[in-house]
Nanobody
Framework: QLQASGGGLVQPGGSLRVSCTAS????????IGWFRQAPGEAREFVAA????????SYTDSVKGRFTISRDNARSMAALQMNSLKAEDTAVYYC???????????????????WGQGTLVTVSS
């Protein structure tokens, strides 16, 4: 079971860190992805970190601003978001997959498990 947290209201240019915690002791076996969905839009890929802990992937619009990380000992993954823009406003979801290969990390269909989402609002 996944739970996302840490969302909130932040001004443009600000920073926010969202976290994803998982129950169970096999967290290290899962690739973790972050997706987001703005009102009226489709869910889109944001970032992912493979279970190998080395391979990461980002959508172009967040490269250089967002950083994904994981702490297997704490069964947690995080997305550090800097230089936030209004267009980053969305509900952010974390997802987990035991079978993801690096080239498939950006696909929603790769992930079997999803958290409930946390709202990030970037506004002045």
């Amino acid at each position: 079971q996944l739970q996302a947290s840490g969302g909130g209201l932040v001004q443009p240019g600000g920073s926010l860190r969202v976290s994803c915690t998982a129950s169970g002791d096999t967290f290290r076996a899962y690739t973790i992805g972050w997706f987001r969905q703005a009102p009226g839009e489709a869910r889109e890929f944001v970032a992912a970190i493979h279970r190998n802990t080395v391979s990461t992937s980002y959508t172009d619009s967040v490269k250089g601003r967002f950083t994904i990380s994981r702490d297997n000992a704490r069964s947690m993954a995080a997305l550090q978001m800097n230089s936030l823009k209004a267009e980053d406003t969305a509900v952010y979801y974390c997802a987990a997959s035991r079978t993801a290969i690096v080239s498939s990390m950006s696909l929603t269909t790769t992930y079997a498990y999803w958290g409930q989402g946390t709202l990030v609002t970037v506004s002045s």
